[in-house]
């Protein structure tokens, strides 16, 4: 069952404008987040921090499987979709199958793009979007050692 934060396109947008009639900035950030984990957490906070409606945009299982492999996801897109909606820093989600988000970014014009630190800014997908309606982009710190490769891979060891 997929939580009330999880939204189509259409529906997000009806509230992305309702969010700006009322003056709220609009944040964006993506990726798989496959296993949750303090990286995630860290991450997230540090979106909403920069924003005032944050927005997830998640990759769907086929995306994952491209980017990362037959293995992966881990979960399930709703399965991902819905911890991340529990998430009290997380306004919607989105899922998308796209390999990169921006025709999402393109669509829902954030004022602010969040990604980690572990991006150039030239390398962020929709910077240039976002930057050119007059929004800016937030590299986020990192929590070293913290990834879901890294546990997959520690869990792996262990059998």
């Not at 009330?4 to 969010?19: A, I």
């Not at 609009?26 to 987040?33: E, K």
């Not at 899922?95 to 630190?117: S, Y």
Request: charged fraction near 30%; include cysteine; glycine fraction near 6%.
């Amino acid at each position: 069952m997929t939580k009330p934060k999880v939204y189509s396109l259409k529906t997000l947008l009806e509230h992305v404008n309702v969010w700006r009639r009322q003056g709220l900035r609009v944040g964006f950030t993506n990726g798989c987040f496959d296993l949750l984990h303090p990286g995630h957490e860290l991450l997230l906070r540090q979106s909403k921090e920069a924003c005032d409606k944050l927005i997830v945009g998640l990759n769907a299982d086929t995306s994952v499987k491209r980017l990362k492999g037959d293995d992966r996801p881990i979960q399930n897109e709703e399965e991902r979709a819905n911890a991340l909606a529990a998430l009290e820093d997380v306004d919607a989600v989105i899922i998308f199958a796209e390999d990169t988000p921006l025709e999402l970014i393109i669509a829902i014009e954030p004022d602010v793009m969040v990604k980690g630190e572990d991006y150039k800014h030239e390398d962020v997908v929709g910077a240039k979007e976002v930057e050119a309606r007059g929004g800016k982009v937030v590299l986020a710190k990192l929590l070293a050692g913290h990834s879901t490769t890294a546990i997959i891979e520690k869990l792996n060891h262990k059998n």
